[in-house]
């Protein structure tokens, strides 16, 4: 048994998670900003479908990536460098989040359901989520073709989803934000749960108790107030 949520602020410590399956914590809540925030910073997130009640989860172990142990394939990086790209941050949020909630292939479902569409939107508002995006040039403008999201708070960020509607996409926005992270003193990026894909660029499992002695450094824990800040000044020719 998990217990209901009945308070944003009563979520239950990271170690009364299930080992099957496996990080499951708590249901019920809501996603209000302030709700959301709280569980980031304690290592917990929403995850759950439409027939489904509010679910939160912290897996053990982490899948996470430290910048500097980012890795890039050399067909990427000669991607990177051909200018096929221009990336840019927080222009089309609503739009990335749509591409990542879409199926991936025909009649399959999506986590990203609308109501977390709803809430991760009221956070980019309050510069609290971030969109990082691909887009190519066009005869009628440019077109978005790839991207991720995330949330950022004080020196961590957790990425959500990422989508590509053409190849490389979605990596050099990866790219793109891992080099915008360093440049920021950002230390950790959440992945949240392991993926043979992740792994290739450089991201690990690591124990849910470091990860949450990590997060306690880099974002000031019981105090977190969500910043106000939006990147959409940055641009990328990738």
């Not at 996603?31 to 925030?37: E, F, G, K, M, Y």
């Not at 927080?90 to 977390?116: L, Q, S, Y």
């Not at 920021?184 to 949450?212: K, M, N, S, Y």
């Amino acid at each position: 048994m998990i217990p209901w949520l009945d308070s944003p602020t009563a979520f239950p410590d990271t170690k009364l998670a299930l080992r099957e399956p496996n990080g499951l914590i708590c249901a019920g809540g809501n996603l209000d900003p302030a709700t959301i925030v709280n569980a980031y910073s304690r290592g917990i997130f929403p995850w759950f479908s439409d027939d489904q009640p509010i679910l939160w989860w912290s897996p053990d172990p982490r899948m996470v990536l430290f910048p500097g142990e980012f890795k890039v394939s050399k067909s990427l990086a000669k991607t990177v460098r051909s200018g096929k790209y221009t990336v840019r941050f927080d222009i089309a949020f609503d739009d990335v989040i749509k591409g990542c909630a879409a199926p991936r292939e025909p009649g399959g479902g999506t986590w990203i359901v609308p109501e977390m569409q709803e809430a991760y939107g009221r956070l980019h508002k309050l510069g609290v989520a971030h969109s990082v995006e691909s887009w190519v040039a066009g005869e009628d403008g440019e077109e978005l073709m790839g991207g991720l999201y995330g949330i950022a708070l004080g020196r961590m960020f957790y990425g959500e989803s990422m989508f590509a509607r053409a190849t490389d996409a979605s990596k050099v926005a990866l790219v793109a934000l891992v080099e915008k992270l360093k440049r920021d003193g950002f230390q950790l990026i959440d992945c949240q749960q392991e993926t043979r894909h992740l792994a290739r660029f450089g991201a690990r499992p690591i124990p849910r108790a470091d990860f949450v002695q990590r997060l306690k450094e880099l974002i000031n824990w019981d105090q977190v107030s969500p910043p106000t800040s939006h990147w959409s000044t940055e641009h990328v020719e990738a």
